[in-house]
């Protein structure tokens, strides 16, 4: 069975400090990849995919098949970003169904 | 364009009731997700519906249950509630099957049984 991993639940830095949210996936197909972020009082929306390769709101992410992860990145932290990420698996030519990790809470102090 | 939107946004019910929570997919989009998100837990996958069709549904008792509309919104039915359904619950929408189309979610409702 597929399965995504957010092995931390919580990350605190500071404004400016560069951020990696890890995301760990297992699977032995070809995976489709997504950041969801949910700031505060809003909806879960989606951030980026890896099939895109786009950075959005300074964020990439790189899907790595070798080490099966898709970790977060944005070289300097804003305090805007404090949000709870959420890295979604989705297993292509399966069962269409999108897995959620447990999700990371980023925290980034002034 | 009009986002998901979910009824109610907050729902009492007592231990052994049942639950109705609805969910309104943006226009055009055929496929419904429901999630449950408990505290700590995540978000747990519960069903899957497209065309009118119960494609999937994951590891929850059959209490837990749905249907889709010819209009494509959906509703989830929880029977004979326990207080650990205590929840978020979160519908979102896609235009189909698979990750070149997006999850678009509402904002849930609130379930709370006691």
């Known amino acids: 069975a597929q399965r995504v991993t957010q092995p931390e639940k919580l990350l605190s830095v500071f404004k400016g400090a560069p951020v990696e949210l890890k995301c760990n996936y297992s699977?032995?197909?070809?995976?489709?990849l997504f950041w969801y972020v949910q700031y505060s009082r809003q909806r879960l929306q989606l951030l980026l995919r890896h099939i895109s390769r786009e950075s959005i709101k300074g964020f990439t992410a790189d899907l790595n098949k070798g080490e099966t992860s898709f970790h977060l990145k944005k070289p300097f932290a804003q305090e805007e970003d404090s949000a709870m990420y959420y890295c979604?698996?989705?297993?292509?030519?399966?069962?269409?169904?999108?897995?959620f990790g447990r999700g990371t809470s980023l925290i980034v102090h002034p | 364009e009009a986002g998901v939107t979910q009824s109610p946004t907050h729902l009492i019910k007592t231990r052994g009731q049942q639950a109705t929570l609805r969910c309104s997919p943006i226009s055009g989009h055929t496929s419904v997700y429901w999630y449950q998100q408990a505290l700590g837990l995540g978000l747990q996958f519960l069903l899957w519906?497209?065309?009118?069709?119960?494609?999937n549904r994951g590891n929850f008792p059959p209490r837990f249950s749905g249907r889709q509309f010819p209009n494509y919104s959906s509703e989830l039915n929880v029977n004979a509630l326990e207080l650990e359904d205590s929840a978020l619950y979160l519908c979102?929408?896609?235009?189909?099957?698979?990750?070149?189309?997006?999850?678009?979610f509402g904002n849930g409702t609130r379930l709370t049984v006691t």
């Open positions: 699977y032995s197909g070809s995976p489709e």
């Open positions: 519906y497209d065309e009118g069709e119960e494609r």
């Open positions: 979102a929408s896609s235009l189909g099957q698979g990750g070149n189309s997006p999850l678009h």
């Open positions: 979604v698996f989705w297993a292509s030519g399966g069962s269409y169904i999108p897995t």
